[in-house]
């Protein structure tokens, strides 16, 4: 079985750019939830969807930050623009809308902004 | 708030025992979470309690849970250098599916 997809694996851009990263989850979950990991702060949840709806953005760090999920197999986190304390390994989760019901992820998207 | 703590590293003996604690706040989460990461991937769930439980054990992996301290622990036997990764414990705040809050994770360090 295909896990949760992220694409690119690694990205390097200068601040200012715009970044978007990418996310397929697992055939038949209908959450979906992005993550941030940074050695400072650990995991924080920025954003989650149920039924390709967002839930919950509250976590968000600013404007800059937004998030879609036009249909059940795709999502994408984009940064615009980037600055370099955007730094982090981003990772995209999804599970069952269901309680117990855990989360699987990718394995992330490094992205490093000079 | 929810936080849920955990110390940052564990340094073991191949074939020991390794013992990783995490408290955390929330006591309406239905169920406590450990999570594996090892070096360039994404957490993988290792295993999960029913906070109704006190204990739960597969193979190597035993999991307790002490609900009244909020104390939750997860014990490796053998302790192997695969294990070598990053242990997050995680639990989910009310008790439903909006995403579990995740400690900083404990590196566990195996000596050989």
């Known amino acids: 079985d295909a896990g949760v997809i992220q694409s690119p694996r690694h990205e390097v851009t200068e601040m200012g750019q715009e970044v978007t990263l990418r996310c397929k989850p697992i055939?038949?979950?209908?959450?979906l939830f992005w993550y941030r990991q940074t050695m400072m702060r650990g995991l924080e949840l920025l954003i989650y969807?149920?039924?390709?709806?967002?839930?919950?953005d509250s976590g968000m760090p600013e404007d800059r930050f937004s998030a879609k999920m036009p249909n059940a197999s795709f999502s994408t986190l984009k940064i615009q623009p980037s600055e370099p304390r955007d730094s982090a390994v981003y990772f995209c989760?999804?599970?069952?809308?269901?309680?117990?019901?855990?989360?699987?992820f990718g394995n992330g998207t490094r992205l490093t902004v000079t | 708030g929810e936080d849920v703590e955990q110390s940052l590293f564990l340094s073991v003996r191949e074939g020991d025992s390794s013992v990783i604690n995490c408290t955390y706040t929330?006591?309406?989460?239905?169920?406590l979470y450990w999570y594996k990461q090892e070096p360039g991937a994404g957490l993988q769930l290792l295993t999960y309690?029913?906070?109704?439980?006190d204990m739960k054990q597969d193979q190597r992996l035993t999991v307790l849970l002490n609900k009244k301290d909020k104390h939750l622990s997860l014990r490796i036997a053998d302790t192997q250098t695969g294990d070598s990764a990053i242990y997050f414990c995680?639990?989910?705040?009310?008790?439903?599916?909006?995403?579990?809050?995740f400690g900083k994770g404990t590196h566990l360090i195996i000596q050989p």
């Open positions: 989760a999804s599970s069952l809308e269901a309680y117990n019901s855990p989360l699987h």
């Open positions: 055939s038949g979950h209908n959450s």
């Open positions: 969807f149920n039924n390709n709806v967002p839930i919950d």
């Open positions: 929330d006591s309406s989460s239905t169920y």
């Open positions: 309690i029913f906070s109704n439980m």
């Open positions: 995680a639990e989910n705040p009310g008790g439903g599916a909006d995403g579990l809050t």
